[in-house]
């Protein structure tokens, strides 16, 4: 797959949860508790996800960058969208970002590309489902059942249709703006639930309670990208040293390696499955305000 050492710990992340969310259903399905499947064409659904941002679905261009840091102050990723192409290129020539607040306005960029990607799964998932749904000649129960699979689907995409709009509005002011000093969380993930978090239906006291949370997610998710970048470098140590052939300086680099890389997973796994978390709660709230 020719991933870099921060990519390899975030897909060792990514198939943990997926795992441990198969065999959750695995159990509810012993349990006949999902009959319609809606559970598990979620699992399918998740899976084509993690494949097509790792490059594993057969597709050449479908890889994402090797590492969410810029390097010499380039990237070697593209947006694949012009409106997201022409506002990074206008936030690096602007001087108005130290090398930091571009570093993390690239990751903000990179999130709002890997949504836009997530929404596009979905949108295709949902018109095969639409598709084998209108070849069914004689309604039935079955039906009734797979047509409330549809309509929370087609909830699924407006939200995050609505997060996208949301992420892109954000970009276009900071892009031009710059970032505001005032604002209350920096990193782009906790930025779109607190976001969606008040347009939910909490009230203030749940709104204050969950803005706490958000700052501790933000905290760990700091903590993560810093073993992140520790990782990055001791990789490219370890390929230096590879080169001395000092065997004890190798093995103290590869113990040190394997250190950063388990706790880098382990971190990784914690932030995802705190963020699967929180928007699951959002979810429930912004459903509560449709009903």
């Not at 259903?25 to 899976?47: P, T, V, Y």
């Not at 140590?237 to 390696?257: A, F, I, M, S, W």
């Amino acid at each position: 797959l020719h991933l870099s050492a921060v990519k390899l710990a975030e897909l060792h992340s990514d198939l943990k949860i997926q795992e441990k969310d198969e065999l959750s259903w695995k159990k509810l399905k012993a349990e006949g508790l999902d009959e319609d499947g809606e559970k598990e064409a979620k699992l399918r659904r998740n899976l084509h996800v993690i494949m097509t941002k790792y490059g594993m679905n057969g597709k050449k261009d479908s890889q994402l960058v090797d590492t969410n840091y810029i390097k010499d102050g380039t990237e070697s990723d593209t947006l694949d969208d012009p409106r997201l192409e022409k506002l990074w290129s206008r936030a690096k020539t602007s001087g108005k970002f130290s090398d930091e607040e571009l570093d993390k306005l690239w990751r903000e960029f990179k999130h709002h590309k890997e949504k836009i990607r997530e929404y596009n799964i979905l949108l295709e998932t949902v018109s095969r489902t639409e598709d084998i749904h209108k070849n069914v000649i004689n309604p039935s129960e079955e039906n009734l059942v797979k047509e409330e699979i549809l309509h929370n689907k087609h909830r699924e995409l407006k939200e995050k249709l609505r997060s996208i709009n949301q992420g892109f509005e954000r970009l276009r002011k900071v892009s031009h703006q710059g970032y505001d000093t005032t604002s209350e969380f920096e990193e782009p993930r906790v930025i779109d639930l607190w976001d969606m978090a008040k347009s939910a239906n909490f009230t203030e006291k749940e709104l204050e309670s969950f803005r706490e949370e958000l700052k501790h997610f933000e905290a760990k998710i700091e903590k993560h990208h810093h073993y992140q970048k520790q990782l990055e470098i001791s990789h490219e140590k370890l390929k230096h040293v590879e080169g001395t052939g000092d065997k004890d300086h190798l093995n103290r680099n590869k113990e040190k390696y394997a250190m950063l890389q388990e706790k880098t997973k382990e971190l990784g796994y914690k932030v995802k499955k705190h963020l699967q978390d929180l928007s699951s709660r959002i979810s429930q709230g912004l459903q509560h305000n449709e009903l």
